[in-house]
């Protein structure tokens, strides 16, 4: 069974600052998702992390992957207020039964304040 | 359409009555998901469905739920004699299959309120 752990569960932070969102899984998995909810609004995706190593980057927000320690971090660059949103990282099984379904994590609620 | 799309938006029902959600995936999207969020909480899968293949129903709560599909188009989650415990954002999304990206589109959701 695949289990995907985030932390922090809630982060607070000042404009401009960086700071890492974690996401760990339990067991191979053979893609990693990233998406954003704004409030009362559906998911975004945001990356999608194929192979170790892989590293993605938009805007102030970078993505990797490393399969090893199944870890993936959401890198967050000099934090702006339109970041402030839930982070959700998603894992999927790696050629196991249930070939579609992701299994995510409970989010990581971000607030920028200035 | 261009996106997912999820009806109804709200729905608030009586303890009891019999619920059902639809949602409209992207054109040609062969796989079809259905989540439930509690507030504040991550999403939970419920149901996937992909091509002709039989769905994978392992994410499914109770008897209660059940969702049908009909080819590669429309789908709709049905709960039954609905709790309060079921009260959540329903989302459904699409998604390619294949390619290696196969990433998930995700609709507005359906906010059940059960009284």
């Known amino acids: 069974e695949l289990k995907v752990e985030q932390n922090p569960l809630f982060l607070s932070m000042q404009e401009g600052k960086n700071y890492t969102i974690y996401c760990n899984y339990s067991t191979t998995s053979d893609r990693l998702y990233w998406y954003r909810q704004d409030p009362g609004k559906s998911l975004e995706s945001l990356f999608v992390l194929l192979s170790n190593g892989a590293v993605k980057q938009e805007g102030r927000l970078m993505a990797s992957l490393d399969t090893k320690a199944r870890l993936s971090t959401l890198h967050i660059t000099a934090a702006v207020h339109d970041l402030s949103a839930t982070y959700f990282c998603a894992g999927r099984l790696d050629g196991g039964g249930s070939q579609g379904n992701l299994i995510f994590g409970k989010g990581t609620k971000l607030s920028v304040k200035p | 359409g261009a996106g997912v799309s999820q009806s109804p938006s709200n729905k608030v029902t009586e303890k009891g009555k019999d619920v059902e959600l639809r949602c409209d995936p992207i054109?040609?999207?062969?796989?079809l998901y259905w989540y439930r969020q509690r507030l504040g909480q991550g999403l939970e899968f419920l149901i996937y469905f992909q091509g002709n293949s039989a769905p994978d129903k392992s994410g499914l709560p109770s008897d209660r739920f059940s969702a049908e599909r009909t080819g590669e188009s429309v789908s709709t989650l049905t709960i039954q004699r609905t709790q309060q415990e079921d009260s959540a954002v329903y989302l459904c999304a699409s998604s390619l299959v294949g390619g290696g990206n196969e990433k998930l589109f995700f609709g507005s959701g359906t906010q059940l309120s059960v009284l």
């Open positions: 054109s040609g999207h062969t796989a």
